[in-house]
């Protein structure tokens, strides 16, 4: 990918399997997952499911159309609608996650892409030291018992 380039665009054609298309979402306007950003994202595969047997779609890629329909400013509750009556044959038009985005050289990227990267960094991070801390305290507390 060239400087200043954005992340692969793909459409995957999946099949509904036994269960389900087999990846859970996250986003929406009333669930950002990246701070001023309402899109719509892939949060887990199912390890048997149908998006795990084709191997293209991974947690964090954000979902930009099912069979044509654009999920731009969709409540989560939409999303999960529209996915569930999608019919058997699920079109998706899929932006990859960008790996190591934040090492790479920043060319044209806006200052918003910027901010958005690093947000979603340190998300994890961040909730594994709350739970450091939590784990800690609760030990502290039952140490006085």
Do not use: C, W
């Amino acid at each position: 990918m060239s400087a200043g380039a954005r992340a692969a665009v793909e459409e995957i054609a999946l099949t509904r399997g036994p269960s389900g298309l087999g990846f859970n979402i996250i986003g929406g306007t009333d669930q950002q997952y990246i701070a001023h950003d309402s899109g719509i994202y892939v949060s887990s595969i199912k390890e048997k499911g149908a998006a795990a047997a084709d191997g293209r779609l991974q947690e964090g890629d954000q979902i930009l159309e099912v069979n044509g329909f654009k999920m731009e400013d969709l409540l989560h509750n939409a999303a999960v609608d529209l996915f569930r009556n999608a019919g058997e044959n699920v079109l998706l038009k899929v932006r990859h996650k960008v790996l190591n985005q934040q090492n790479g050289p920043s060319g044209n990227r806006s200052e918003r892409d910027s901010e958005d990267s690093s947000l979603a960094m340190l998300a994890i991070p961040v909730l594994l030291s709350v739970a450091v801390v939590a784990i800690f305290a609760f030990v502290k507390y039952r140490q006085r018992m």
